[in-house]
């Protein structure tokens, strides 16, 4: 059985928990020759890592910790050393990270950020065989004995903010909602599911990927201009410029990033996730004016999820009126919900303001906070202490 203690060690790791937060396992437990193995594998095994700088803190603390232990234990068998290969890459990421002090550069950071979850063997995600293909599934032949699980590597941006948008990482609101959708299915959170949800903003695609690996239909939005494929007027030079960097992800565009991330992580042909531009502006034209995708999903009928995209007064208006055209009239029996962090009481009381003037019922769902202490995903601290609020919108009868 894996030690529960390093396996939360691993989960903090790939998700960039923040350092100064990570509690080690006990030295002298850390220093066994299959608590070393188990970091080599299922740490430095992983393909997708975090930034260098977050590793090479990371790792530096690991190394002290192994120190630690192999003196306390002030063993004689020959057979208990730390590892070389901790060793060799703290200084690597040490001559990496001086290299990089000689040119300085002023982009941000960007990292590779893996959140993995366990599916509860009640959840009817386990009951579809769609999903069985997406999860990890443990096994005898396995090194260690890992309950099935999900995984989602994300490219992310290491800042609050850039260019205008909080769209480049996964925020508190995505985790909590997701962690719902996990562990509260039977408060109908996706109820009338049968022809898929739209999320509106999806940003990293977190909520998005999560959703289409619980064996659901996802049309993943947000904004930026689409691939030919879905009929984009873009320059040629320009779709020249940007295909290399959206193929590696460098492209800091919402829908490219979001792109990048939904590809990266679709392993299976029976994923059904599409990525598509929504401007939720173009919800103040009429339906013959809006583009091709306004049509699709007011004849699909699909219910609506959106996480922390009530942050800014100004997209108030246009995040309502898009949502109030997309649940359309009463008897469509549509439902939008939204997780919201409460970062400023003014803006989310205006969206609820809107919400009432386009005679849309806002209802709030109970359900219990996250585990802090074992959370379903383990979040950036960011929004610590701050509010989240999930909500069921409909239309007013």
């Given amino acids: ?53 977050y590793r090479k803190k990371f790792w530096r603390k690991i190394v002290d910790c192994l120190e630690v232990g ?68 443990s096994s005898e032949e396995q090194n260690y004995n890992i309950s099935k699980e999900g995984k989602i590597t994300l490219l992310e941006e290491q800042i609050a903010i850039q260019g205008g948008t909080t769209g480049l990482r996964t925020w508190t609101a995505a985790l909590h909602l997701s962690h719902h959708l996990i562990h509260d299915f039977d408060k109908s959170l996706l109820q009338n599911t049968q022809n898929g949800i739209v999320e509106l903003g999806a940003g990293t695609g977190f909520l998005s990927i999560l959703v289409s690996q619980l064996g659901i239909d996802v049309i993943s939005t947000d904004l930026g201009i689409e691939t030919e494929s ?7 030079e320009e779709e020249e410029e940007e295909e290399e960097e959206e193929e590696n992800g460098e492209s800091r565009t919402p829908l490219s990033r979001l792109t990048f991330n939904v590809n990266m ?23 013959e004016q ?6 699709e999903l007011n004849e699909q009928k699909r219910t609506i ?26 008897e469509n029996d549509l439902q939008a919900i939204i997780s919201a962090t409460v970062r400023n009481q003014e803006t989310f009381d205006m969206f609820l ?20 202490t074992s959370p379903t995903f383990w979040d950036s601290a960011l929004d610590k202490g701050t509010e989240v609020k999930l909500m069921r919108i409909t239309r007013v009868s």
């Fill in 70 to 137: 192999l003196r306390e234990l002030d063993s004689n068998d020959d057979e208990l050393e730390i590892d070389e290969r901790f060793y060799d890459l703290l200084t690597e990421l040490m001559v990496s990270s001086f290299s990089n002090q000689a040119g300085p550069s002023t982009a941000p950071k960007t990292s590779y950020r893996t959140f993995i979850y366990d599916i509860p063997s009640h959840h009817p995600a386990n009951q579809n065989q769609n999903v069985n293909e997406l999860m990890s599934n």
């Fill in 305 to 330: 999820i959106a996480a922390d995209v009530i942050y800014d007064p100004d997209l108030i208006q246009p995040l309502v009126t898009a949502i109030s055209v997309l649940l359309g009239q009463a």
């Fill in 265 to 287: 992580n679709r392993i299976s042909s029976r994923q059904n996730i599409q990525v598509r531009a929504l401007d939720w502006t173009d919800a103040f034209l009429p339906l």
């Fill in 1 to 53: 059985m894996v030690n529960f203690s390093l396996e939360t060690l691993r989960r903090q790791y790939l998700s960039l928990y923040p350092i100064y937060l990570i509690e080690l396992p006990l030295s002298n437990s850390l220093i066994h020759l299959d608590s070393q193995a188990y970091l080599i594998d299922k740490l430095l095994g992983e393909r997708c890592q975090p930034e260098d700088e």
């Fill in 290 to 295: 809006r583009p091709k995708i306004w049509k």
């Fill in 230 to 236: 879905h009929e984009a007027i873009e320059q040629e």
């Fill in 353 to 372: 303001d809107s919400c009432n003037q386009h005679d849309l019922k806002v209802d709030f769902i109970q359900v219990p906070p996250m585990d802090i």
